[in-house]
């Protein structure tokens, strides 16, 4: 049971132009979520996160919108860069007391083109 | 700083072998994950370690166990390898709390032939 999906397997943008990424979930329970960034032979980096109180967080280039009824995330990356072509993959965290897990999507795999 | 270290990067084991992977986490965090990524699954959680306690548990069979020492570093052991379990393994550490931020280290590649 896959309670994170990334629907998108791949994405290609060209440099310059918007790239939104998505993501569904479907436990309710979920309070936070988090944007990785994972390049090859490497661990995943932190990218962004939001709380599940707001509907909105902006880093630089980077925005992540949280639609909670729709159980549903993106992250936008304006303008795209040809440096942001990696695996992205968006969590979920459930908490049980101070402990956690974070729950990962599959990735989707973002190409920025020249 | 120092990142989160792992070894060994890469390891090759055959079926029905035992393995032992290692992580030291960054300077300060006391709390140490491990996650599974194959292709397909993305990354599934395995369990976490704070105090030298298990903390929380993923849904993976009783061969895949961990440990935490004083120190913070911890152990992850596969027993009895099966072919499925060919995989990268991933260390992350956080600090303790509310702070949902893991670092990850770069993970150990795993293949069972």
């Known amino acids: 049971d896959q309670q994170v999906k990334q629907n998108s397997p791949s994405l290609s943008v060209q440099e310059g132009r918007i790239s939104i990424l998505n993501c569904d979930y479907t436990?309710?329970?979920?309070?936070?979520f988090l944007w990785y960034k994972k390049y090859p032979a490497e661990g995943p980096t932190f990218l962004i996160s939001?709380?599940?109180?707001?509907d909105k967080n902006e880093d630089g280039r980077f925005t992540v919108f949280l639609n909670k009824s729709a159980k549903h995330l993106s992250l936008h990356i304006v303008p795209s860069q040809p440096g942001d072509s990696a695996v992205y993959f968006c969590?979920?965290?459930?908490?049980?007391?101070?402990?956690?897990?974070?729950?990962f999507g599959t990735g989707t795999r973002l190409q920025v083109t020249l | 700083k120092a990142g989160v270290t792992q070894t060994p990067r890469y390891l090759i084991k055959t079926r029905g072998q035992q393995v032992t992977l290692s992580c030291s986490p960054i300077?300060?965090?006391?709390?140490v994950s491990w996650y599974q990524q194959t292709p397909g699954q993305g990354l599934q959680f395995l369990f976490e370690?704070?105090?030298?306690?298990?903390?929380n548990k993923g849904n993976f069979p009783g061969r895949f166990s961990g440990r935490q020492f004083s120190n913070s570093r911890s152990e992850m052991n596969v027993s009895t390898l099966e072919l499925g379990d060919s995989a990268l393994y991933l260390c992350?550490?956080?600090?303790?709390?509310?702070?949902?931020?893991?670092?990850f280290g770069s993970g150990t590649q795993l293949s069972v032939l």
């Open positions: 370690y704070f105090s030298e306690t298990q903390r």
């Open positions: 939001i709380s599940s109180i707001k």
């Open positions: 992350a550490s956080r600090r303790w709390g509310r702070d949902e931020k893991l670092f």
């Open positions: 436990n309710s329970m979920f309070d936070y």
């Open positions: 969590a979920a965290s459930l908490k049980t007391g101070t402990a956690s897990k974070l729950t």
């Open positions: 300077s300060g965090h006391r709390s």
